[in-house]
């Protein structure tokens, strides 16, 4: 029954969080009636939820191997509520270093608070508003916990969408080799290796101390675009699919005449019917040429991570333990996309040139040219793909005490993290003034195939180095005490409070001497940034036992930051359980997120908007207006220029849940959670979309060259937009079938089902519908579910499970005639272990058991076409085979 599971002095919030009696987080009944402190061990996806008025989720990680799980970013994918990830895929063309980031309730990764052992660790630099998942050291852990609810009033800042506490062993004895391949069905490559070694010394109990180290090593090899047909094509025009660049290897061109009447655009390739690689004509009627850069994307690129946590734990006496612990992770991502585009540097060829259409090298001539200036839009090949290079790096050291003073509870640490990054031409960047000067002086040909005095050129034109480190830095102290005050005939009240301080800071350095030759790299007019703050919280909590089985929980924090002010934030709980079978739970509680060093300080970065859209000045409609260059003007990618503003202010939220949990036997568990976020102040930018179609109410953000025939870019900084609301339902069940001769049964399930999301993409806008539709930036599935059906007998463990998304309304990116139903993605996985070798284990799994390709959508927000890589993992079917040897 539940009160099995409950001790009424028990208030769960996470390990090295706040308990209120106790100061483990975790209690178990022992065989006199006693309550014991131990850590918890739940099954997969097991409910610790009953034990507090706040709906809780925790992974067992000897599950993750079951599953096939290889990265804390693919553990998370396993809860319904994460709505989206961004992994190593999105930092194709994005440059997002590679970071992977968890998104609670879909309302953005900054929102969702990451721990490790219940404290903080620094964010990725490149954005600095969440952890990057790839510095967990996944071998490491003992289990996963989410807090489903918002917990500003426990943790502070960042903590609306909910918390992911990561939870290392505790302690290791002896040692253990674990050695992992998988390997995907279709060639490409994709295939994922790991080896991981631990090892430790020491028994708490016995010797007073123990001493561990986990050191972990994964890689992954590249998959091209290319190699899945669902991605390979980035125009498939029947669909509403049209990625294709006007910035081609055969250059299109625009005339530069005095009379804007005169001025026109095209081709030498266009007469004979744009041949050549990826080459077709423009689709939008033109005289130009296309290019289709799909092929040469990634859908996954080359990542390595790399680990260590070691812990040295001390058990002074019976009443204090201190301990130490040690990170540091290191994780690489090479991607890969197209060759470089040259377009808007004023890359202007005349008459003189031997490359001239017409001219003396043979190019075919263009009806109509006269000898103007030529202003080209090319993209070289020779040199083959951009390749950057992204470097991540993260070292946190705890030092902690916890243990029992005159009665009181207590656990205070001091933790410094530091987190750093950087980005690098590896190959294919070429310098705008050299391809300037190349055209110019007739050594270049954009027409065609290169001299070898032209090659020679292009080589010593490439940009190779660091341009771009970035770094950020948190020392912090906590302390926290915690006991029972006061009896009442219900029960004894439990108390706590706390403090905490910290001290952030973050760096920009941008190699403007490199950064500044490469426009396509998106810092060429960055500038160096840098920014610190105090931050001073204090907290408390009370738990009161009202009448016999019903509980009243309070919790308040205080938070100051010297540069962006104070936030008060209280939490009410409630937990009732009238009879042993039904618990009802509730909460409500206040948030908020304070702007991040990035947010105020981010330095500026110029980039390519993700659709492609006509400049509502130069080409009104989709046509050109007299003098203006059709091919930078009209449908296609424009500059887009963001960053940091010093100006926002934080957001604030309002969260409340009410829940129901029944056991109505021992072997059945059910609960069923209503959850309510409303968010305002929102910190983001206006939409691209939202720019371009709103123009008139918007024309000041559009900045053009000095004589207004060119758009130098549009301007986009973060800003406090409007509000965002979203509810829903998490159903959970886990079900224990009666132990039998042929084995034990487990069958558990996670689902959440989301009955609103909407947001205004502007202040006082008109909210945006995003439940089963793709909003401005991605869908919002309207149900999503994670089970897994488990059998044990003996040595033997087999595990089948299955993820699923529903189907929503896809992108709609030329007109209403390709809206589009996205299918429903469901994929099932199937793993065995065998245990009876000695002192070995060995799984074999498949992931994708039906090799079941990604939906179809034709969005654009990521490089990838043809399928959306937040969601769907292009690999397909995955054998997969791990072995662990201990000794």
């Known amino acids: 029954m539940i009160e099995n599971v409950i001790s009424r002095s028990l208030r769960l919030m996470f390990a090295g969080g706040m308990a209120l009696s106790m100061h483990t987080a975790y209690a178990q009944e022992t065989t006199d009636g006693t309550m014991q402190r131990v850590e918890v061990t739940g099954s997969s996806i097991k409910r610790l939820s009953s034990e507090t008025a706040l709906p809780i989720t925790s ?108 939870i290392t062993k505790r302690s290791v004895k002896g040692g253990s080799v674990t050695v992992e391949h998988y390997e995907p069905q279709k060639s490409g490559g994709g295939d994922e290796s790991r080896l991981n070694l631990s090892a430790g010394y020491g028994d708490l109990n016995k010797d007073g101390f123990n001493v561990f180290g986990v050191v972990d090593v994964h890689r992954q090899s590249a998959l091209n675009a290319s190699d899945r047909a669902f991605s390979a094509n980035g125009y498939v025009p029947n669909k509403g699919v049209n990625n294709l660049s006007s910035t081609t290897p055969i250059a299109n061109f625009t005339t530069i005449n005095k009379d804007p009447d005169q001025v026109f655009s095209g081709n030498p390739a266009f007469a004979g019917g744009c041949v050549g690689e990826n080459l077709r004509p423009n689709p939008s009627g033109r005289p130009t040429c296309a290019f289709d850069a799909a092929p040469y994307i990634q859908d996954i690129p080359k990542t390595n991570q790399e680990s ?71 993209r070289p090949m020779d040199m083959g793909q951009r390749i950057g290079f992204d470097t991540s790096t993260s070292d946190r050291l705890v030092a902690a005490s916890e243990g029992i003073v005159a009665g009181w509870d207590y656990n ?103 950064a500044s030759q490469a426009s396509s790299s998106g810092y060429a007019e960055a500038k160096d940034q840098s920014g610190s703050r105090n931050i001073a919280a204090i907290f408390t909590e009370l738990s009161i036992p009202v009448v016999k089985n019903l509980e009243l929980s309070l919790a308040a924090r205080y938070d100051h930051y010297n540069d962006v002010g104070g936030s008060f934030n209280p939490k009410v709980g409630v937990r009732w359980q009238p009879t042993n079978q039904i618990l009802f739970r509730s909460s409500y509680n206040t948030g908020f997120r304070a702007p991040t060093l990035y947010d105020l300080h981010g330095p500026m970065s110029k980039t390519f908007t993700a659709g492609k859209y006509s400049d509502p000045r130069l080409c009104p409609g989709g046509v050109a207006i007299p003098g203006a260059n059709e091919n930078s003007a009209c449908s296609t990618q424009q500059y887009i220029r963001s960053g940091g503003n010093p100006e926002i202010k934080p957001e604030k939220s309002k969260t409340f849940s009410a829940g129901i949990v029944l056991e109505p036997t021992k072997s059945l568990t059910v609960s069923l959670d209503y959850f309510q976020i409303k968010l305002r102040d929102k910190i983001d930018r206006v939409a691209e979309q939202t720019l371009f179609d709103k123009y008139d109410k918007y024309q000041n953000n559009f900045v053009y060259s000095a004589n207004g025939n060119a758009l130098d870019y549009v301007l986009s900084p973060l800003e406090n937009l409007g509000e965002m609301h979203t ?55 309207r149900w999503r579910h994670n089970a897994s059906l488990n059998w044990n007998l003996a040595q033997w463990n087999a595990t ?27 994929i099932w996985s199937l793993s065995g272990m065998y245990s009876g070798f000695k002192n070995t284990e060995l799984t074999v799994g498949v992931k994708n058991l039906l090799n079941e390709d990604p939906p179809f959508t034709n969005q654009y927000t990521t490089f990838q076409s043809g399928y959306d890589p937040r969601y769907a993992d292009p690999l397909g079917r995955t054998f997969y085979v791990r072995a662990t040897y201990k000794f």
């Not at 804390?72 to 396993?78: D, F, G, I, N, P």
């Not at 790839?134 to 909910?162: C, F, H, K, W």
């Not at 991502?333 to 470089?340: G, L, Y």
């Open 800 to 826: 089948l499970s299955n993820k699923y998304m529903s189907g929503y309304h896809d992108m709609n990116d030329v007109d209403d005639e390709f809206k589009q139903k996205v299918k429903a993605y469901s």
């Open 412 to 514: 205070v640490g001091l933790s410094y993290s530091v987190s750093k990054a950087t980005s690098a031409f590896v190959n294919g960047y070429l310098g705008d003034q050299r391809m300037i000067d190349g055209v110019a002086s007739g050594v270049l040909n954009p027409f065609g195939q290169q001299s070898a005095a032209g090659l020679d050129y292009l080589k010593k034109s490439l940009l190779q180095g660091e341009y771009l480190s970035a770094k950020m830095t948190s020392t912090a102290v906590d302390a926290k005490i915690s006991r029972e005050i006061y009896n009442l005939p219900a029960g004894a009240v439990g108390f706590a409070v706390g403090t905490e301080f910290r001290n952030e800071k973050a760096e920009y350095d941008i190699n403007t001497a490199l």
């Open 59 to 166: 992974i067992k990680a000897s599950d993750f191997a079951k599953q096939g799980l290889t990265t804390a970013q693919e553990v998370l994918s396993t809860i319904s509520m994460n709505q989206s990830t961004q992994g190593s895929s999105q930092s194709v063309g994005a440059g997002t270093g590679g970071q992977s980031v968890a998104d609670l309730r879909g309302i953005g990764g900054d929102k969702t608070l990451v721990l490790l052992n219940g404290r903080r660790i620094a964010s990725h630099p490149f954005n600095g508003s969440s952890v990057d998942l790839n510095i967990i050291p996944v071998s490491a852990l003992e289990r996963v916990e989410v807090l489903r609810d918002g917990a500003s009033a426990i943790y502070g800042t960042d903590a609306i969408g909910g918390v992911i506490n990561f």
């Open 308 to 378: 260590f946590l070691g812990k040295a734990s001390f058990k002074i006496n019976q009443d204090h333990l201190a301990t130490l612990e040690y990170l540091h992770a290191r994780s690489t991502n090479e991607s890969r996309i197209t060759p470089p585009t040259l377009t808007r540097i004023g890359l202007i060829m005349d008459k003189n040139s031997p490359y001239y259409p017409g001219g003396s090298a043979g190019v075919p001539a263009v009806p109509g040219l006269a000898g103007e200036n030529l202003d080209l839009s090319w």
């Open 727 to 781: 509810a829903g339902v998490d159903l959970g069940l886990n079900w224990r079938l009666p132990r039998s001769q042929y084995g034990n049964v487990t069958f558990a399930f996670d689902g959440t089902w989301v009955q609103k999301y909407e947001y205004q993409n502007e202040r006082n806008g008109e909210y945006v519908q995003n439940v089963g539709v793709y909003g401005e930036n991605g869908p919002v599935f």
